[in-house]
Structure formats: structure tokens, C-alpha cells
């Protein structure tokens, strides 16, 4: 498997459809009566409507499907065109689809499977800005994408800070480019301020800002079906070591870019205790940063039977928990 998407292929865009649809199998089979799907945020009605649509469980989860491969198709072709992982591929592809199906609640529409399409938007702009003489209009545009997903879902403000550590990684320091990344930011709330003003509930406009002081979760609570992440760890560890020995081989821009990355794996994880309530929907958010560092793995990989067999594993491990 891994050695067809390590090379471009038409046919693997057949084989991945196949793929997304065999690690979903089990979701399938065991589908619930019910599955309402809402977007909760009080001001998520700009985008779409806050009441429950109508789709049948199927459905959902199909469509869910259906948006995680148009992703993974992009967010392929993002990657190759700058490069990243040094020859064209589509593992970043069969990647991304492969950890986008590691739990169940991955498999059906949900915010942070909507904010993804900003998220891999927003990667694209990233690793365009380093070759950039001036990146004003792409910090705006990026600070624009971050306050828009986080009307969507709360938790993807983690994306601002995400946006200075761009600067930092990829600029020398010039104070336009910052202050447009609060400009792009503060553009898109003063326009559901002045909403807020207009139906006399411009009191009500803190309430945006509650879940920034909900407090640190000390606790988790572990169940079997974490297991499926054993396998996922230890190809993330595996990539480092991989990194470790070719980092500083690589042309400047694909080391920063995969700093970057890291900071957007980091960020994604620890913004759940914006809102821990959205419980593990909200790790979605981390599929398309980890996919890159598991495709340079595997990319790099030399024994054969081996990387063929962990990714054999990963994949049986997560159609296992869901049948089980």
C-alpha cells in the first residue's frame, strides 16, 4: 500500500477512495438511529444554520467521507507544490485520510471537520509567504481565515498565535505585518459586533470570549479504544528520528515550513481546553500537520516489510474499534 502512494498515480485516487471507504466500514455497520448535526456556536448562523439538518445517520457519515477526501486531495496537492517532503507523493493523501478515521466521532460532520478546509487554506498561505517581498495582504488574508473558523468553532482562534509564530519562523521582523494580522483579525469581529449592536444585544458580545477563561483539565479519562493511537505515536516517533537524520539536508524553506507544522500539531492539540465539552471531534484538527511528518516517514522508510506492516497495523487497528 505504502509503496503505491509513495509515486503519483491516477489509480491511487482509486485506491484511496477504497481505503476511506474500508476504514469507515465498521461506522457503517454499527450506525446510530439518530445523528443530529449542529453547528453550536451562538454566532455560527453567519455561515450556516445553527438548527439540526435532517441528514440520516448514512448520510452523514457518506457526506463526512466525501469532504475528508476532497481535503486529502488538496491538501496533497499543497504539499507537493511547495516541495515539503522533497519528490512528488500522494501519501500525505492516504495520511490524511487514514488518521481522519481513527475514531468515531472523526467520521462524521462536525466544526472542526468544516474548519479543516481552512486549516489546509491556511498551510497553503504559510509556505507561500518565506519567498514573499511583502506578505501584508497574505497576514490579513490569514488572520481573516482564523477569526472566520473560529465563528465556525471557538477553539481555531488557537490558529492566531499560530499566525505570529509564521512571522517569527518565516520574516524579519516588520511591524505592518503585524499589526495586519490584527487588523484581518478584528475586521471580521467588528462586523458581528455591529450585528450584536443592531439587535440590542451588544451586551451579550463577552459571552464570544467566555471559553478563553475555562480552566486547565487535569484529569483524562482513558478507555480502550485509545489504543489505535499506539500505532499513529510510533510512526510520529519514527518520523523524527527520520527528520533527526536528514533536517539539516533539507533546503531552509522545508525546514522552517515543517517547524511550522509542529507549532500547528501543538496548537491543535492544546486548543481543546478552549472548549474540552467538544470532547474528541476537536482533535481533527490535528490530522493534516501529523499526516505530513507521517508521510516523510514513510517516504524515507527503507525496509519494506516493515513500514508496509505498521501501516497494515494502524489501518486494521482502527477497523477493529470500530467493529468491536
Same mark, same amino acid.
Not at 503505491?4 to 476504514?23: D, G, Y
Not at 445517520?57 to 511547495?82: G, H, K, R, T
Not at 512528488?88 to 479543516?116: E, G, H, K, W
Not at 509556505?127 to 495582504?137: E, G, M, T, V, W
Given at each position: ?38 453547528? &453550536?456556536? *451562538? ?17 452523514? @457519515? ?9 481535503? &486529502? ?6 504539499? +507537493?507544490?511547495? +516541495?515539503?517532503?522533497?519528490? *512528488? ?21 462536525? *466544526? ?34 482564523? &477569526?472566520?473558523?473560529?465563528? #465556525? ?15 517569527? #519562523? ?18 471580521? !469581529?467588528?462586523?458581528?459586533?455591529? =450585528? =450584536? ?16 477563561? +475555562?480552566?486547565? @483539565? ?35 524553506? @522545508? ?17 481543546? =481546553? ?9 482533535? #481533527? ?9 507521517? &508521510?516523510? !516517514?514513510?517516504? +524515507?522508510?527503507? @525496509? ?15 477497523? =477493529?474499534?470500530?467493529?468491536?
Amino acid at each position: 500500500m505504502i509503496s503505491l502512494f509513495r509515486r503519483l498515480s491516477p489509480a491511487n485516487v482509486v485506491i484511496l477512495i477504497v481505503v476511506a471507504i474500508l476504514l469507515r466500514i465498521g461506522v457503517f455497520f454499527k450506525l446510530p438511529e439518530t445523528l443530529p448535526l449542529s453547528f &453550536a456556536e *451562538p454566532f455560527s448562523w453567519l455561515l450556516m444554520s445553527t438548527e439540526p439538518l435532517t441528514f440520516s445517520p448514512f448520510v452523514n @457519515v457518506a457526506i463526512a467521507a466525501i469532504l475528508v477526501l476532497i481535503q &486529502a486531495f488538496i491538501f496533497n496537492a499543497v504539499i +507537493n507544490e511547495f +516541495n515539503l517532503l522533497g519528490k *512528488p507523493t500522494q501519501l500525505p493523501a492516504l495520511m490524511y485520510v487514514t488518521v481522519s478515521a481513527l475514531f468515531a466521532p472523526f467520521l462524521i460532520i462536525t *466544526p472542526p471537520l468544516i474548519c479543516n478546509f481552512l486549516l489546509i487554506w491556511m498551510i497553503s498561505k504559510f509556505l507561500s509567504i518565506y519567498r514573499r517581498n511583502d506578505a501584508l495582504p497574505v497576514m490579513f488574508d490569514l488572520s481573516m481565515m482564523a &477569526a472566520i473558523g473560529s465563528l #465556525i468553532y471557538f477553539p481555531f482562534i488557537a490558529m492566531m498565535p499560530l499566525i505570529w509564530l509564521s512571522l517569527l #519562523i518565516f520574516r524579519p521582523f516588520n511591524w505592518r505585518e503585524w499589526t495586519a494580522t490584527l487588523i484581518g483579525f478584528a475586521t471580521i !469581529y467588528f462586523f458581528l459586533a455591529v =450585528y =450584536y449592536y443592531w439587535n440590542d444585544s451588544l451586551d451579550k458580545f463577552y459571552t464570544i470570549w467566555l471559553p478563553l477563561a +475555562n480552566p486547565f @483539565v487535569a484529569s483524562f479519562t482513558i478507555t480502550y479504544g485509545y489504543i489505535v493511537l499506539v500505532p499513529v505515536i510510533i510512526i510520529l516517533l519514527l518520523s523524527v528520528f527520520s527528520l533527526q537524520q536528514n533536517f539539516f539536508r533539507s533546503f531552509v524553506h @522545508v525546514r522552517k515550513s515543517l517547524q511550522l507544522l509542529f507549532f500547528m500539531l501543538v496548537l491543535a492539540l492544546v486548543s481543546f =481546553y478552549i472548549k474540552p465539552e467538544s470532547r474528541l471531534p476537536h482533535f #481533527i484538527l490535528g490530522v493534516a500537520p501529523a499526516s505530513v511528518f507521517m &508521510a516523510y !516517514y514513510f517516504l +524515507n522508510a527503507k @525496509v519494506r516489510w516493515f513500514y508496509e506492516s505498521l501501516y497494515l497495523i494502524l489501518a486494521g487497528t482502527i477497523i =477493529y474499534f470500530q467493529i468491536a
